[in-house]
C-alpha cells in the first residue's frame, strides 16, 4: 500500500505529497514486475503448483470465486498461448 506519509493536513503540499507518493509506486511497482518476471522462468513440478493453488484459496488470499477460473487455466490452458510462450523461450 502506498499511502502519503503524513498524518495532518496542515501545511500540505499536495502536488509536493503526491509526486513522491507516485515515485514510490513507481519504485515498489518495478519491483513487483521484476519478481513476477522471475518467478514466470521458474519451473514447479505439476504437485508443487497444485499445492500452491490450493493454499492461495485456503488461506484466503484469493476470493474462492475466482477458483474456476485458475483451475481453468492451469489443467487447460489456451494452447495458442503456451505455443507462444512455449517458442518465446527457445
Known sequence: MIALRRKHTSGLNLRVELAS???RFQEHFGRLAGEVERLKERALPDVQAKGLIH??????????RFL????RAYFEPD?????????SKK
Request: proline share 8%; hydrophobic share 65%.
Open 21 to 23: 507518493a507516485v515515485l
Open 55 to 64: 493454499d492461495a484459496f485456503a488461506s484466503g488470499l484469493m476470493p474462492l
Open 68 to 71: 474456476p477460473d485458475v483451475s
Open 79 to 87: 494452447l495458442a498461448e503456451f505455443i507462444i510462450a512455449s517458442l
